[in-house]
């Protein structure tokens, strides 16, 4: 059984920063990928950011220069750091895992809120 524990949300003002983080354990074989992803009310999920364990990372356009992905491949821990927030940041931010085994993972969820 793989766990996936996000922490790290909140509520910020506008202009302000978050930092997030993502710890992966349980029976986890070869970690290809992690990420974040996104969930505003009444929109689909959509990507944040990626981040494979050679240290590519990949980045939705409306946070190229704002959002900071990072991995500890010790811990199978993800980080995304958020800077400059807008108020359409605001969402429910999943992390996800995809590795050999067990194939696709997902986390509970955190809310980020941010204020105008």
């Known amino acids: 059984q793989v766990r996936l524990v996000e922490s790290g949300g909140g509520l910020v003002q506008a202009g302000g920063f978050l930092s997030l983080s993502c710890a992966a354990s349980g029976s986890i074989i070869s970690i290809n990928r992690m990420g974040w992803y996104r969930q505003a009310p009444g929109k689909n999920r959509e990507l944040v950011a990626t981040i494979t364990r050679d240290g590519i990372r990949d980045y939705a356009d409306s946070v190229k220069g704002r959002f900071t992905i990072s991995m500890n491949n010790a811990k199978n821990t993800i980080y995304l750091r958020m800077n400059g927030l807008k108020p359409e940041d605001t969402a429910v931010y999943y992390c996800?895992?995809?590795?050999?085994?067990?194939?696709?993972?997902w986390g509970r969820g955190t809310q980020v809120t941010v204020s105008s």
């Open positions: 996800n895992l995809e590795s050999y085994s067990p194939g696709a993972a």
